[in-house]
């Protein structure tokens, strides 16, 4: 679906040799290597912040999410059941883990159940949240493709690719997790596929989505565009699918009656002489 996104100066003042006394005492000089040395200065709101610099932070947030306690994540069922394991402080940046991880017994086992999920879909949440980002990643600009891998072909034949993706997305809608919504969203439309690709796509949206969910309309968007064209590599399938998802055969018909209807409002403008509607109702006898 590739289509329809204080600099601060280093340096001290010199070292002043004292000749004599003065009334006003002068700058103190570097102390004898036999002297006591001078005491650290007290704590100030400047020093504070320069311990806490933004990479200071970053580093020790890090830090503190690996001291945090291991989380089990049981994912799956029957024998592709797997258990994964997480850091608690990682896992409750997400609303829905802080939730479940505050039910945990006091000296009960750390375990979660996603037992509708797939191993993948979770791993791919869990490298987001441990790196920013999951395989395969998007190529910087100019590029708007995604990182290559011989394993991956380049054309999605089968939809396995958007679906990846597709699951991502509602994943992280479960887990309250907007920018991994937007990440995998973004990846969707830089995948080519072909319209059998494009079909299981729009089955899983349209199962999995709510009806007001934003993902849905390009899907229809997409169809509405090139469906006189996609449907003659599936027409079978297309059918089945308007049949099979009611809302998804409305949505794609209103975008394309839209269409129509800007196309003759243009031609109106373009020629003000004719008014009305060119077709006659037939009369009755």
Known sequence: MAEPRVEIEVGGSKDVEMTGASETPAPQSQPADDAEPAADPAPTEENDATAKSPENSKENQFLDYLKSPIVE???????????????????????YFAEEVSKFPEDGPRRIFLEDESID????????????????????????????????????????????HARVYTLAEKLGINKLKSLAHGKIHRIHST????????????????????IRKPV???????????????????????????????????????????RAQDRETASPAVKGSARKRARML
Request: aromatic share 10%.
């Open 220 to 262: 229809a968007a997409f169809w509405a565009t090139r469906s006189h064209v996609l449907r003659h590599e599936a027409e079978a399938d297309f059918r089945t699918l308007c049949l099979q998802y009611p809302q998804f055969g409305f949505d794609v018909l209103s975008l394309v009656l839209d269409q129509r209807e800007k």
């Open 195 to 214: 319209a059998k690709g494009e079909i299981e796509y729009a089955k899983y949206v349209y199962t999995h989505t709510k009806a007001d969910d934003t």
């Open 73 to 95: 994540l049981v994912v799956g069922k029957g024998e592709e059941q797997t258990v994964l394991t997480a850091h608690q402080a990682i896992l409750t940046l997400s609303p």
């Open 121 to 164: 879909t979770v791993g791919c949440f869990l490298q987001y949240q441990y790196t920013g980002e999951y395989f395969p990643k998007r190529l910087a600009a100019p590029s708007e493709g995604l990182e290559t891998d011989p394993a991956i072909p380049e054309v999605d034949e089968t939809g396995q690719q958007l679906l990846k």
